[in-house]
């Protein structure tokens, strides 16, 4: 915010909306097999933290700060931290858990909590899922096909169960046993134009917004390796055979409506694979390399869309959450997660300015510290914003992405004559 909302109007305008959501006004109590929520009163002094900071620097350190804090399940799981900037633009940042609700059900939270210019509510964004019409022949056929697809997709799932993890790149803690360390270091990679994007992908036929940023973050990984040194890209155990994966949580629609705080909030969602293409060079080493990147994400990202590989993973993961101790499917889970070398996530946002407590936001950044590395990318108005959150002690000189992740965009409009001013 260049003028952020007051103490008053966080309190009278913000958080009033805020707990219209049932899981915003109850506790959590969690038993051996699940969490309930439980409701209760909300004090909002219990809730709101306000500072004041001296710089951009000063700001960034509290976000650090506070993201690598556990919550108090004695109250809801949420905050809001006021952040006065005496030297730069001031913050206001909703901490929660995730418990609370996944990407899709935050997005129901921000069209309640928002509104446009004139005061108006946001438009109200229903993910559903298509329905199409197939005749008699062409649902067996259907049925068939994706039988037969979702048994390759369960091997498939079963195979990361018990195949050996990525490639021991420097991002990546030995494993196992893995071990927490706690300490994680957000970064904020430059702001990227949509318009850029769309002139990339565009030259692929075909080709995601999510396609071309995905390929442009993993040669900036590759290019941070490079310069580093890491072992892995000249042992000749790794250096042929090279393996490195995401795990994409994918949210799946539902009827709940956005207009029922009381029932828009869910976690229907699961992790899905991802073959990242690490062996090709950066395209600080081979121009071409970009190009050849994006094609490899949009192949693997074609075969995820036409598997029904979300869904199987989906079931396996509410029939084994129903069977196994609580301990063993953290267990599972756990081992699943450090098998990979990161999560990416990427949720669309507005594409026009947004109003709280009817003070213009500026800027939106979204951030996740996880178990393992974690990349969250998220658009507001025509800027694809993205933020990297990792072990910087592990990860060394790992400020420098963004410095890689904005000159591999720079390497693909250069291959592709895309005539745009950085």
């Known amino acids: 915010f260049d003028d952020m909302p007051t103490r008053k109007e966080i309190i009278d305008d913000f958080i009033p909306k805020l707990i219209q959501f049932s899981r915003f006004s109850s506790i959590v109590q969690v038993n051996k097999k699940e969490a309930k929520f439980v409701p209760c009163k909300v ?19 509290y976000l650090e700060k506070i993201m690598e804090a556990n919550f108090d399940f004695n109250k809801p799981l949420w905050e809001i931290h006021a952040i006065k900037n005496l030297n730069g633009r001031s913050l206001v940042v909703s901490r929660l858990h995730h418990v609370i609700g996944d990407g899709i059900s935050l997005a129901h939270v921000m069209n309640k909590m928002a509104t446009d210019k004139d005061g108006k509510p946001l438009p109200v964004r229903l993910f559903t899922r298509p329905q199409i019409k197939l005749s008699a022949i062409q649902q067996v056929v259907f049925k068939v096909v994706m039988g037969w697809k979702a048994f390759l997709a369960f091997l498939k799932i079963a195979k990361v169960a018990i195949t050996v993890g990525d490639t021991p790149f420097l991002w990546r803690q030995a494993v196992p046993p893995f071990t927490y360390s706690g300490k994680r270091h957000l970064i904020i990679l430059p702001k990227i134009p949509l318009d850029l994007i ?18 442009c973050f993993v040669g900036a990984v590759r290019r941070h390796l490079e310069v580093q040194k890491d072992p892995a890209l000249i ?10 994966r995401a795990l994409m949580p994918l949210a799946f629609p539902r009827s709940a409506s956005a207009d029922d705080p009381a029932s828009a909030l869910r976690n229907l969602w699961c992790f899905i694979s991802l073959e990242l293409p690490i062996q090709f060079p950066s395209s600080a080493s081979s121009l071409p390399s970009c190009r050849d990147r ?28 129903n069977i196994l101790p609580l301990h063993a499917y953290q267990q599972t889970a756990v081992e699943t997660m450090t098998k990979h070398s990161v999560v990416f996530s990427n949720v669309p946002g507005p594409d026009h300015p947004i109003y709280v407590c ?7 950044q979204a951030v ?15 800027q694809l914003n993205a933020t990297v959150v990792l072990d910087h002690e592990l990860v060394k000189n790992s400020d420098d992405l963004g410095k890689y992740y904005r000159e591999e965009y720079q390497a693909l409009a250069k291959l592709l004559n895309v005539d745009y001013k950085f």
């Open 235 to 244: 042992d000749p155990k790794h250096a042929n055979n090279l393996k490195m």
């Open 43 to 61: 004090n909002a002094d219990n809730h709101l933290i306000e500072l004041t900071v001296n710089n951009d620097v000063e700001a960034h350190a």
């Open 358 to 364: 009817g003070k213009e936001v500026k800027d939106v």
């Open 294 to 321: 994006v094609k490899a994400v949009k192949t693997h990202m074609d075969k995820l869309k036409a598997s029904p590989e979300a869904i199987v993973q989906m079931s396996l993961q509410r029939f084994s959450s």
């Open 198 to 215: 769309h002139q990339i992908r565009k030259k692929y036929g075909g080709a995601t917004v999510n396609d071309v940023v995905t390929a």
């Open 368 to 382: 996740v510290a996880n178990v393992i590395p974690q990349v969250l990318v998220f658009s507001y108005q025509s």
